[in-house]
C-alpha cells in the first residue's frame, strides 16, 4: 500500500507517514466541506475508530467500521523520542550515597524497553528521571524529540530552573503507570480516566477512551469509585488513565507486582499491546527477568557501581 491510500467506501485520501493516534489531513473527494480538516486516526486488524475535527479543533462527529476492507498497515512512526547522554542521579555524600546512572539511552517513538535490576537497585530512580521528575546531573544530554524534528532540551530547562516547561511536559507527553495504580478516590473511575486529558486541553469524549475502555473491559466500573475495586481492575483503570492522553512516553513502575502470576502476565500484555499500537513508547520497571525474555522486550539491566558507593547502579544495555 503507498502511503497517500485510497479508501474504497470512504471516499477519502489519507498521508499514512504516521502511525497509531496522531493528526492527519485527508480531502474529501466530492465534499469540498471537509478539505483540510483533522483525523485522529485509531486502527486494528479489526476496527477502524475515526474522530474527525475541524481546523479550529471542533470535533464534528465520528463514525467507525467493524472488519474493514483494508489490510492492516498504518506504517509505524519511526524515528528517535529520547536521545540521553551521561545522565546521573545523586542523593547523600561518600560511601552512604545513593547513586544511579544511565551513560546512554536512545528511545525510539513506540518503542518497548524494560528496565531490570533487584529492589533497591534504582529502577523507580531512573524512571523519575524519565519522567521529569527528579533533577539529573547538570553535564546531563537529555533531549526530547518531537514528530517533525523539533526538539526539547530537557537538560536546559532543569538547568534554567523552568518548572512551568516541565510540567507541560509532563502533562503533554508522559503517562505513569504505579505500583498501587495511584488513582484518585474521590474521583469516579470514568473521571480518573479523562483527567489528563482535561488537564491538556483535549475533549472527553474521544472514540480513543471507547477503544480503551472496551479494550481493558471496565465498562462496568465507570461510575464507581477506586475503592469499590479489586487490586487488578483499578490496575486496568491505571493503565487507561496512562493511555489516553495519547502520550509519546509511558512509565510503569513493576505496575503488576501486585497481582497473581496468571493475571500479572494478562495486564502487562494487554499494557504493551495497547501502547505499541497507539505507537507510545514504554519504558516498564521489573525485576522479572524472565518475563521480559517472554515478551521480547530490549532490557536495560542494571550493574555494581565500582567502588563509588555501596548504593545504587549504573543501567546499560
Known amino acids: 500500500m503507498s502511503r497517500a491510500e485510497s479508501w474504497t467506501g470512504l471516499g477519502v485520501q489519507l498521508p499514512m507517514q504516521c502511525s497509531g493516534i496522531d493528526h492527519l489531513l485527508y480531502a474529501g473527494r466530492g465534499n469540498p466541506g471537509l478539505a483540510a480538516r483533522k483525523v485522529n486516526l485509531l486502527l486494528d486488524t479489526h476496527v477502524a475508530l475515526w474522530a474527525i475535527t475541524d481546523t479550529r479543533g471542533q470535533q464534528c462527529g465520528s463514525f467507525g467500521l467493524k472488519h474493514a476492507r483494508v489490510k492492516y498497515n498504518p506504517y509505524p512512526m519511526s524515528g528517535l523520542l529520547l536521545d540521553i547522554e551521561n545522565m546521573s542521579y545523586q542523593r547523600g555524600l561518600g560511601d552512604q550515597a545513593f547513586r544511579v546512572e544511565l551513560p546512554c539511552l536512545r528511545l525510539d517513538r513506540g518503542e518497548l524497553v524494560a528496565l531490570t535490576g533487584e529492589s533497591g537497585s ?3 530512580t531512573v524512571l ?32 534554567a530552573g523552568d518548572q512551568r516547561g516541565l510540567a507541560r511536559m509532563r502533562a503533554a507527553s508522559i503517562g505513569f503507570v504505579l505500583q498501587t495504580g495511584g488513582l484518585l478516590p474521590f474521583l469516579s473511575v470514568r473521571d480518573n480516566i479523562n483527567i489528563n486529558r482535561r488537564l491538556v486541553g483535549m475533549v472527553v469524549d474521544d472514540p480513543v477512551v471507547e477503544h480503551l475502555v472496551e479494550e481493558l ?6 461510575d464507581k469509585r477506586p475503592g469499590e475495586l479489586s487490586i487488578g481492575q483499578q ?83
Open 235 to 317: 490496575q486496568r483503570v491505571s493503565i487507561g488513565r496512562a493511555l489516553a492522553h495519547q502520550p509519546m512516553l509511558l512509565l510503569a513502575d513493576e505496575p503488576t507486582s501486585a497481582l497473581d502470576p496468571r493475571l500479572a502476565g494478562k495486564v502487562l500484555a494487554l499494557l504493551l499491546d495497547l501502547a505499541s499500537r497507539l505507537d507510545i513508547a514504554v519504558v516498564i520497571a521489573t525485576h522479572e527477568h524472565q518475563r521480559v525474555v517472554e515478551l521480547g522486550l530490549r532490557e536495560i539491566g542494571a550493574e555494581p557501581l565500582d567502588g563509588q558507593t555501596r548504593y545504587g547502579s549504573r543501567f546499560l544495555g
Open 122 to 124: 534504582g529502577k523507580s
Open 217 to 222: 473491559e471496565i465498562r462496568p466500573l465507570l
Open 128 to 159: 523519575e528521571l524519565l519522567g521529569l521528575v527528579a533533577e539529573p546531573n547538570r553535564e546531563t544530554l537529555f533531549q526530547w524529540w518531537h514528530c517533525g524534528g523539533n526538539v526539547v532540551d530537557i537538560a536546559g530547562l532543569w538547568r
